[in-house]
Structure formats: structure tokens, C-alpha cells
């Protein structure tokens, strides 16, 4: 496959609030030290907007933020993918509790908070973004078919895109069946050409394997959110490294990227 490249990045996790923070983790310049994530305001949603949606909604819409400022691109001229393992998993506990009662009712804007494609909708409106937005999903794999999803893209018709990947725990009884640990979410702009803005070629290919694995403490916050198994793959382009590593992909397959930073 030929080459996509990164044009900016954005993050937030426990310990990993914001890509400047994100890479000097991921770097070992700073420990990481998971602690509790604030609650997320996103500047690009009014207040009213923000009491409507949970947290699953505004992490897409910060780390979309983040990494398009990152890249210096006009959001509302980029096209969109948005990869999720799970959805909302609280507002599918709160709707799974309403239909259990005796007359069940689920709110309407719970209702239209609950789908999948809920965070590129009001990313969207956000940015006055007219561009295509697809929706991907793939449970343990959902990163890396989100990767594959915006690089066939942008290898046919796209010139430029954001790519997002987030999911969040949902509250018990649902975690136990589906455990997360923490939330986590990534943005990246992805370029079909080099310029100077770009940080790193990334090539793709679909394969076997293992996946590759952090070292601790990071190797939990990895495994325990679908869509942190882009960590190592972050790692390579915080370290500016040449190298390559394996996302889990569909039915026990492997993604592998290939990184060639650019500066």
C-alpha cells in the first residue's frame, strides 16, 4: 500500500491530556501517572450543546480539536471517519434500565445520543463541515479498521481527513461482561501527500502475528480500552522512530503500520 501521512495528532486519557503531554509520556521523558481526567468542556460546543451530550460525544470532539489545530487544517474542508468499539456505553445502560421498567420510556435525546455515527454528527455541526463521514466499528480491532477505512479512502478520492477513535466504560452490570478500564480517545489528520506539515509516512498492510505490547504501566491503559491498542503505533510517531508494529485486526489477524517520520 502506499504511504498516508500523519498531519496532527490529538489525545486524552488518564495521564495523556493533550498530545504535548501524550508524547513526552510516550517518549520517557515524563512517567506516566494515570490519575482522573477532568470533565471535558470542548471549546467548539456551546454549553447547551455540552449539557445534551455525555462524554463520549465531547472526547471525540476534543481530540478532533486537538489534532486538527495540530495539523494547521480547516476542519470544516475534511472529510471524516469515526471508529468505536462500543458507542456510548453509559447511555446504552440508562435506555437498557428504561425499557426494563414497567412502562418504559427512553428520551428522545438519549435515544439520538446512543448511535454510533453520534459524535461525527455533532462534530459536523460543529465545524460547518459539509465533507463526508463514515462510521466503522470493530470491537477489539475498530482502530485498526478505522486506519484501513481513512487510508482507502484517501488512496482513491480524499486528499485529507480526520480520523477518530474513542470508546468509553460502560457502568455496571454491562462492565462486567465488557470491561474497560478507563476512557480513552485519538484524532489524527491523515494527508494522501507529503508536505511540510507532514510528521511521519505511515504504510499499512494486513497480516499475522502478535500485537505489539507496552511496557507497564502503559500495557493496561492499552488492553484496557479498544481503542488505546493505537498506543504503540503513537509511541513510534511521539519517538519520531522508524519501526513498525501490529494492531489487532478481524477474525485474530493483524494490522501492521510502518512509520517513516518525515522530520
Known amino acids: 500500500m502506499?504511504?498516508?501521512?500523519?498531519?496532527?495528532?490529538?489525545?486524552?486519557?488518564?495521564?495523556?491530556?493533550?498530545?504535548?503531554?501524550?508524547?513526552?509520556?510516550?517518549?520517557?521523558?515524563?512517567?506516566?501517572?494515570?490519575?482522573?481526567?477532568?470533565?471535558?468542556?470542548?471549546?467548539?460546543?456551546?454549553?447547551?450543546?455540552?449539557?445534551r451530550c455525555g462524554e463520549y460525544i465531547r472526547l471525540a470532539v476534543e481530540v478532533a480539536d486537538e489534532a486538527v489545530g495540530h495539523a494547521?487544517?480547516?476542519?470544516?474542508?475534511?472529510?471524516?471517519?469515526?471508529?468505536?468499539?462500543?458507542?456510548?456505553?453509559?447511555?446504552?445502560?440508562?435506555?437498557?434500565?428504561?425499557?426494563?421498567?414497567?412502562?418504559?420510556?427512553v428520551s428522545p435525546t438519549l435515544f439520538h445520543n446512543s448511535v454510533a455515527n453520534a459524535p461525527a454528527g455533532y462534530w459536523c455541526v460543529a465545524v460547518n463541515s459539509r465533507q463526508p463521514s463514515t462510521t466503522v466499528a470493530g470491537y477489539d480491532a475498530s482502530v485498526a479498521?478505522?486506519?484501513?477505512?481513512?487510508?482507502?479512502?484517501?488512496?482513491?478520492?480524499?486528499e485529507m481527513l480526520l480520523l477518530v477513535a474513542n470508546d468509553v466504560p460502560f457502568p455496571e452490570p454491562l462492565h462486567s461482561v465488557r470491561p474497560m478500564g478507563t476512557s480513552f480517545g485519538v484524532a489524527m489528520v491523515l494527508s494522501r501527500r507529503r508536505d511540510g506539515r507532514s510528521l511521519a509516512g505511515l504504510r499499512l498492510e494486513t497480516g499475522t502475528g502478535e500485537e505489539t505490547a507496552m511496557d507497564e504501566p502503559l500495557e493496561s491503559l492499552r488492553r484496557g480500552n479498544p481503542s488505546a491498542r493505537v498506543l504503540?503505533?503513537?509511541?513510534?510517531?511521539?519517538?519520531?522512530?522508524?519501526?513498525?508494529?501490529?494492531?489487532?485486526?478481524?477474525?485474530?489477524?493483524?494490522?501492521?503500520?510502518m512509520v517513516e517520520p518525515c522530520r
Open 72 to 105: 494547521g487544517a480547516d476542519a470544516s474542508a475534511l472529510a471524516s471517519v469515526f471508529a468505536t468499539a462500543e458507542s456510548d456505553g453509559k447511555i446504552v445502560h440508562t435506555i437498557c434500565e428504561a425499557v426494563a421498567q414497567a412502562e418504559p420510556m
Open 145 to 158: 479498521v478505522g486506519l484501513l477505512e481513512s487510508a482507502a479512502q484517501l488512496l482513491t478520492d480524499t
Open 232 to 257: 504503540p503505533l503513537l509511541g513510534l510517531l511521539a519517538r519520531e522512530q522508524q519501526g513498525a508494529v501490529r494492531l489487532p485486526y478481524l477474525d485474530g489477524g493483524m494490522l501492521k503500520a
Open 2 to 51: 502506499e504511504p498516508v501521512f500523519v498531519q496532527g495528532i490529538g489525545v486524552f486519557a488518564p495521564g495523556l491530556l493533550g498530545w504535548e503531554q501524550a508524547r513526552a509520556v510516550l517518549r520517557g521523558e515524563t512517567a506516566y501517572a494515570p490519575g482522573e481526567c477532568p470533565k471535558l468542556a470542548p471549546r467548539l460546543l456551546p454549553p447547551a450543546v455540552r449539557r
